[in-house]
C-alpha cells in the first residue's frame, strides 16, 4: 500500500469493476451503521459474533456459500453498493501532522498499486489535470469515511442495544418453494417487541446515540428477504433453462 498523493500517482485510474477475485464473491458482509439508511432499501441486515466473540451488523447479500446474487459479471446490481466493496483498492490510514505546535493524528489515502484494479490507460482518473481530486476519488474518500466513522459507531451501538435488551438471536428460515428451504445460523436481529416497548430514559439515551434510528431501519430491512428469495428463484429458473 503506498500513500495516495497527487505527484506519484497524478496519471493513475481505476477500472471500476466486482468480482471473486476483489472478494465480492460472499454471501454475507460487514456493514456500518453510517450506511444503515442506504442498505435497508435493498439488503437484509443482520447481526452476528465475530471470530472474536464482537458483534458485527453485516447485509445477507446470497444464500449459498460463495453466493452474490448481486453480482453480475464484473457489475453490481444495486443502486447502492456496501462501502466494505465499494472502497476499491483504497483504505484510510493515519499520520501524525503537526498544526500550530501539537500533533494531531490526521486520516490519509492508501491505495494498493498491485491490484488488478489500476491502470494508466482506462477507467475513472483520481486527479484532475491541474492536481485537484476528480470527483472518483471524491465518492472515494466519502466512502472511506463511511467506513471509517462506522467503524467507531460499531462498538457503543452494540453496547446501547445490548444495555437496552434489545438483541435477540433469530432463527432464519428462507423457504424458496415447497422443497427448498435455507437455514441462515448464529444470526441475530432486533427485537420489534422490546424496541416498542422502551420508555423514558434508555429510549432518550439510544435517540441521544443516534442507535434509535439505526434499530428502526435494522428491522425494516427484513423485509428484503422477500427480494433475496426472488433473485435466487430467478437465478435457479435461469439455470435450469
Known amino acids: 500500500?503506498?500513500?495516495?498523493?497527487?505527484?506519484?500517482?497524478?496519471?493513475?485510474?481505476?477500472?471500476?469493476?466486482?468480482?471473486?477475485?476483489?472478494?465480492?464473491?460472499?454471501?454475507?458482509?460487514?456493514?456500518?451503521?453510517?450506511?444503515?439508511?442506504?442498505?435497508?432499501?435493498?439488503?437484509?441486515?443482520?447481526?452476528?459474533?465475530?471470530?472474536?466473540?464482537?458483534?458485527?451488523?453485516?447485509?445477507?447479500?446470497?444464500?449459498?456459500?460463495?453466493?452474490?446474487?448481486?453480482?453480475?459479471?464484473?457489475?453490481?446490481?444495486?443502486?447502492?453498493?456496501?462501502?466494505?466493496?465499494?472502497?476499491?483498492?483504497?483504505?484510510?490510514?493515519?499520520?501524525?501532522?503537526?498544526?500550530?505546535?501539537?500533533?494531531?493524528?490526521?486520516?490519509?489515502?492508501?491505495?494498493?498499486?498491485?491490484?488488478?484494479?489500476?491502470?494508466?490507460?482506462?477507467?475513472?482518473?483520481?486527479?484532475?489535470?491541474?492536481?485537484?481530486?476528480?470527483?472518483y476519488l471524491q465518492h472515494v474518500t466519502h466512502v472511506l469515511r463511511v467506513i471509517n466513522v462506522g467503524m467507531d459507531m460499531m462498538t457503543p451501538m452494540f453496547e446501547a442495544f445490548q444495555q437496552a435488551e434489545l438483541m435477540e438471536p433469530v432463527s432464519l428460515e428462507v423457504k424458496l418453494d415447497e422443497a427448498t428451504t435455507y437455514q441462515v445460523p448464529d444470526v441475530y436481529t432486533i427485537s420489534e417487541e422490546k424496541l416498542a416497548a422502551l420508555s423514558g430514559e434508555v429510549l432518550e439515551r439510544l435517540h441521544k446515540g443516534g442507535f434509535l434510528r439505526a434499530a428502526y431501519l435494522v428491522l425494516a430491512s427484513l423485509s428484503n428477504i422477500n427480494t433475496l428469495i426472488e433473485m435466487k428463484n430467478a437465478k435457479r429458473m435461469a439455470a435450469a433453462s
Open 1 to 135: 500500500m503506498a500513500l495516495l498523493n497527487n505527484i506519484d500517482h497524478s496519471d493513475l485510474k481505476i477500472i471500476r469493476k466486482y468480482g471473486a477475485e476483489f472478494g465480492d464473491s460472499v454471501n454475507q458482509s460487514v456493514a456500518f451503521p453510517t450506511e444503515f439508511a442506504e442498505l435497508q432499501r435493498i439488503y437484509p441486515i443482520l447481526f452476528r459474533k465475530d471470530e472474536k466473540g464482537e458483534f458485527q451488523s453485516v447485509v445477507l447479500l446470497g444464500l449459498d456459500k460463495g453466493e452474490n446474487l448481486f453480482l453480475d459479471g464484473d457489475q453490481w446490481q444495486a443502486r447502492y453498493v456496501p462501502a466494505l466493496h465499494e472502497r476499491g483498492p483504497f483504505k484510510i490510514g493515519f499520520q501524525n501532522q503537526e498544526v500550530d505546535g501539537e500533533v494531531h493524528r490526521e486520516p490519509v489515502i492508501h491505495v494498493d498499486l498491485d491490484s488488478s484494479r489500476i491502470s494508466r490507460e482506462e477507467g475513472a482518473p483520481l486527479f484532475l489535470p491541474q492536481g485537484g481530486n476528480a470527483p
